[in-house]
């Protein structure tokens, strides 16, 4: 048994205030104790076609989805050089791998011989390599063709010529992005450093992937996005579950661009209890829920962060994949029983509560009830996202 991992096991890794940006600091330091914090109302509403419309669905796809490079994973699901996996959540199908340098690279999973797809499933692949499943040209994780079978009966075949098509990609704070439209030159202008930044004090980059499922939801992705912007129905949806952990008071928002973070206090929070004890996990005392840009959510909890990536696939359908990321694996048995827990009541949260809202809203939505959504002070944070995507459509 390894010792030093038996006494100082990953799990116990707490994230203090002082291990966050400077940034995040200052944004914590904000938030009022829950007696003192105040509501303002707010008169905001949103046309139903904004869920339900074909127009905007192609619109977003276009100026937004395939004009700037979206999230397809994290970074810690490819942890060690020589690692290769599929995605398809976008639709495209994707190659994304950590060749033997360590770097991330994404390609299309298309055989350049006939196209067909080189892997199949979307688990990682530890390998240096890829067989296509149909004639076995073979691939080296950096996308060159390596190998053909029977070369000799292909005249003029150069196979410096049929290279995987590579995509522009890039690590951003622990999250793998990719530019899935060849036709546009890569413009990483809407990712920003502090997210980047947030996310790596937060051990988003360095962590274990405890947990991966996807999610087919019969809904419109920003049906799915809007309860990550709001507290307004944590107490009410979640009564059952952890609504009382939560107050209902705003929290201190923060745009990066299109990028949001919000923090907040849990119930009963006080500013003084920051400074009760330096060496206290933060996450007790505040959570931290980010929209980076354009569908990547991010929440922390105690003992665990969750990443949430929610690619359109239709007007009212959206593959949702979620992540529970933790500071290590699990060396013990409690650890594991704690971890397993705590997946099991994010899923129950998450998936049972959020996602089946998405849901049943988007069904009250495509029957054309309401005619426009309305929000209040407690939702304003949706209006804002709403507006800086608008901005861009
Ligand atoms: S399609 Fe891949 S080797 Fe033929
Ligand atoms: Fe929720």
Partial sequence: MDIVAERKPAERKVTTLAALTENQQAAIRLIPAEADAVVEPLEATRPNAIFTGRERFDAEQARIFRRYPVPVTVSALLPEPSMVMAHDGYGVPLLIARTKSGEIKAFLNACQHKGSKLLEDCEVHKRGRVTCPYHAWTYGIDGKLIGVAR??????????????????????????????????????????????????????????????????????????????????????????????LFQDAPNIVDLFGPNIRQVSGRMGYVPAM????????????????????????????????????????????????????????????????????????????????????????????????????????????????????????
Wanted: glycine share 8%; hydrophobic share 40%; net charge negative.
């Fill in 151 to 244: 070369n000799e009966a292909f005249l003029n075949l150069d196979k410096s010529e049929r290279s995987l098509v590579e995509l522009p990609a890039r690590e951003w704070g622990g999250i793998v992005y990719v530019q899935l439209d060849r036709g546009h030159a890569a413009d990483w202008s809407q990712l920003h450093d502090q997210i980047a930044a947030d996310f790596t004090a937060l051990g988003i980059p360095d962590a274990f992937v405890y947990g991966r499922k996807t999610f087919e939801l019969k809904a419109n992705w920003k049906v799915i996005l809007e309860p990550f912007l709001e507290g307004y129905h944590v107490q009410r949806l979640h009564a059952a579950s952890i609504g009382d």
């Fill in 274 to 393: 920051l400074d009760e004890d330096p060496a206290q996990n933060i996450h007790k005392l505040v959570t931290h829920a980010y929209t980076a840009f354009p569908n990547c959510v991010v929440v922390t909890s105690q003992y665990y962060t969750s990443v949430m990536i929610l690619m359109p696939r239709d007007v009212g359908h959206t593959t949702v994949e979620y992540f529970m990321l933790t500071p290590g694996a699990p060396t013990t048995d409690k650890a594991r029983e704690v971890f397993e827990r705590s997946y099991e009541l994010i899923l129950g949260v998450f998936g049972g509560e959020d996602f089946r809202a998405a849901e049943i809203s988007q069904v009250g939505l495509q029957a054309g009830v309401p005619e426009t959504t309305v929000y209040c002070g407690l939702e304003s944070n949706i209006v804002r996202y709403y507006e800086a995507l608008e901005a861009l459509l």
